[in-house]
């Protein structure tokens, strides 16, 4: 038996040697399953999607093949990494398409401000990142050798899920009939391609719209992005975003418009009319204000805080403790990309200014602002971060 063993490694080895010489198809041994020739990968047709109830993930997944990666002939292509996830490789993919961090801790650009305030419903607490090419499908890594950016899309979580549950059925050969699939579950370098036109009837057609006509539309509707940057290698953005210059940057695609940045402005009111110790903040994080102090006397006045590449335009609602209203690039939506409107009670979907300490039994992480007694009689501190662009014109 040990001479049988013996001569069968030494038959392999001598069929490794042939192969670098170009007459064999084997591996070096070394491991049992490199003693027999690599599986050829299997081609499973064309998965024709149903995009009713996926729409956002869909429209997601035809701007990358339509419109980021319209030259590439495999846009549509899908190689599967293999069941389980493959050893962490989809949270790999994930990662290195810039859909998630994981510093400080692992989230999603999506429930991260500046982004889901710019890229996403600016109030929405639910949407999450969906990235093309998904997770499941083979690409080069670090995100650096990429040829295409993975086209990003904050989303309602249902209709991320959706067509993620719709591909992994594909794969796994559940849920079917698929026209003209071979039957089986799916392994490592099988590949398939996706069709989202066939079918798109069923879906809301307002929600699909790089899926729709033989010619798409690629102009930006202010919701598809992607990842310019990622300077630490498992990806980071902070809270003050960008405080320290390594974190992921991120920019609308198909546009002339350069990476989104944080801007902040910081205030004491006291009494019910005077705004006073004004603090502008920029895309670099560096005080900038013109503007230290402004007197509104009347409910519905305003006040122009300057010294940001766009003028700040604050709004008094009514006395002491009511709402604040603010708007940067003011007067200019739909005309100016730094426009951006909200108001001191604004929640949406990451960590604002009034996220730490986590001791304070008050605190509103999900808040735009931080709205808190100041420290003398009949004043209160505020403090509010926004998207905003390092030019007055976002270029």
Not at 82 to 105: F, H, T
Not at 179 to 206: H, K
Request: a negative charge.
């Amino acid at each position: 038996m040990r001479y049988i063993l013996a001569t069968a490694f030494i038959l392999q080895a001598s069929l490794c040697l042939a192969d670098e010489n170009g007459m064999g198809n084997f591996i070096a041994p070394g491991r049992v399953d490199r003693m027999f020739a690599k599986r050829a990968p299997i081609d499973y047709g064309t998965y024709q999607v149903d995009c009713q109830g996926s729409e956002s993930a869909c429209d997601n997944a035809c701007y990358y093949i339509r419109c980021q990666a319209a030259n590439d002939p495999d846009a549509n292509k899908l190689v599967f990494i293999g069941p389980r996830g493959n050893n962490g490789e989809d949270d790999r993919n994930r990662v290195e398409s810039g859909c998630n961090v994981n510093n400080p801790s692992s989230a999603s650009v999506c429930t991260n401000f500046p982004f889901s305030q710019k890229f996403s419903n600016p109030t929405a607490t639910d949407w999450n990142c969906d990235e093309w090419p998904p997770a499941l499908h083979q690409q080069p890594q670090p995100f650096g050798v990429r040829p295409y950016a993975n086209s990003l899309r904050c989303m309602p979580g249902g209709e991320n899920s959706s067509l993620g549950a719709k591909l992994r059925n594909f794969i796994n050969d559940q849920g079917g009939p698929y026209a003209g699939r071979p039957s089986g579950v799916m392994n490592r370098d099988d590949f398939f391609r996706v069709d989202f036109l066939a079918n798109i009837g069923t879906a809301d057609q307002n929600k699909v719209k790089f899926c729709l006509g033989p010619t798409p539309n690629c102009g930006s509707d202010g919701m598809q992005f992607g990842m310019t940057a990622k300077p630490v290698g498992g990806g980071k953005i902070s809270s003050y975003y960008n405080v320290a210059g390594d974190d992921n940057r991120y920019a609308l695609q198909n546009t002339v418009y350069a990476d989104l940045y944080q801007c902040g402005v910081e205030f004491e009111r006291n009494g019910d009319n005077d705004f006073n110790n004004v603090i502008l903040s920029d895309w670099a994080n560096n005080e900038v204000q013109t503007t230290t102090s402004c007197f509104i006397g009347a409910n519905g006045g305003t006040c122009t805080l300057q010294g940001l590449p766009n003028d700040l335009q604050i709004t008094r609602t009514g006395a002491l403790g009511s709402t604040i209203q603010f708007e940067y690039a003011p007067g200019q939506a739909n005309a100016n990309v730094n426009n951006f409107a909200w108001d001191s009670l604004t929640s949406g979907n990451g960590r604002g200014p009034w996220t730490d300490p986590d001791t304070d039994p008050n605190r509103q992480p999900l808040r735009y602002c931080k709205v808190v007694p100041g420290s003398a009689a009949n004043t209160e501190d505020t403090k509010c971060w926004f998207p905003c662009y390092k030019n007055q014109d976002g270029k």
